[in-house]
């Protein structure tokens, strides 16, 4: 999993500040998965991207993320005006152009997020 | 609404004993399964995997049981080695609307620890 890049890997933000976490995906991987683990649970399922697309965006709270993939870079989760709850570390994953259910997503190390 | 459960949060072993880890699921449109299992500070890392037209998939000292009318999963890891000791999370994908994509719902996750 050493092929999918997040940055940065810890970031602290005060109350009210934005939060920009990056996500680039292994060579070749059009396809991008945001997940967030709180404390003491497992990884929930946020938003779902291919380039330029948003495609399954169900996870994501209704207020204050967004998410992009865009044609060239790495794909950002923003997360604007910050809560001590969004405090959790926030995993990214790839899989190829030609995935399917069979193909497993390879996960980034993550971004532990503080909000102080 | 917890649709995957792992209700043991911790699993102790003796080196060169069996692990087992369980997991249970509610939602039966579920077709495929996988294992990851997480270091502190990393991303998950994909272990195995079942389809659930299987009943048993083996990869190793690794194998996946699945009981689909008790909608329950195991994974069994035989001999245990110290270097097992993380934390191992069953994951599920409802492909039933051929999307064909990665979304994954995880369960909390257990952790083992394997006693040399």
Redesign the interface.
């Known amino acids: 999993?050493a092929g999918?890049m997040?940055n940065p890997r810890h970031l602290v933000r005060r109350r009210g500040q934005e939060a920009r976490l990056r996500c680039s995906p292994m060579k070749g991987h059009s396809?991008v998965?945001w997940?967030r683990q709180l404390p003491?649970?497992?990884?929930?399922?946020m938003v779902?991207l291919q380039k330029e697309n948003i495609?399954?965006e169900s996870g994501m709270p209704k207020e204050r993320f967004s998410a992009e993939f865009p044609k060239e870079g790495p794909s950002i989760l923003r997360i604007q005006q910050v809560v001590r709850g969004d405090s959790a570390a926030y995993?990214c994953?790839s899989?190829p152009r030609t995935?399917?259910?069979?193909?497993?997503?390879?996960?980034?190390?993550?971004t532990?997020l503080t909000v102080v | 609404d917890q649709q995957v459960k792992q209700n043991s949060p911790s699993l102790s072993v003796q080196e060169g004993r069996i692990s087992i880890l369980n997991c249970d699921y509610t939602n039966s449109m579920f077709d495929y399964f996988l294992w990851y299992k997480k270091y502190p500070a990393e991303g998950p890392t994909f272990l195995i995997s079942i389809s659930s037209i299987k009943d048993k998939n083996e990869d190793g000292r690794f194998t996946v049981f699945l009981n689909k009318s008790a909608k329950h999963l195991s994974l069994h890891i035989v001999p245990s080695q110290p270097g097992d000791s993380a934390v191992y999370f069953c994951a599920a994908i409802d492909n039933a609307g051929g999307t064909s994509y990665g979304k994954l719902t995880f369960g909390q996750g257990t952790i083992l620890t394997v006693h040399p």
């Open positions: 999993n999918v997040q396809h998965y997940y003491e649970e497992g990884l929930k399922f779902y495609i399954d995993f994953a899989s995935h399917t259910v069979a193909t497993e997503a390879f996960f980034g190390q993550g532990r």
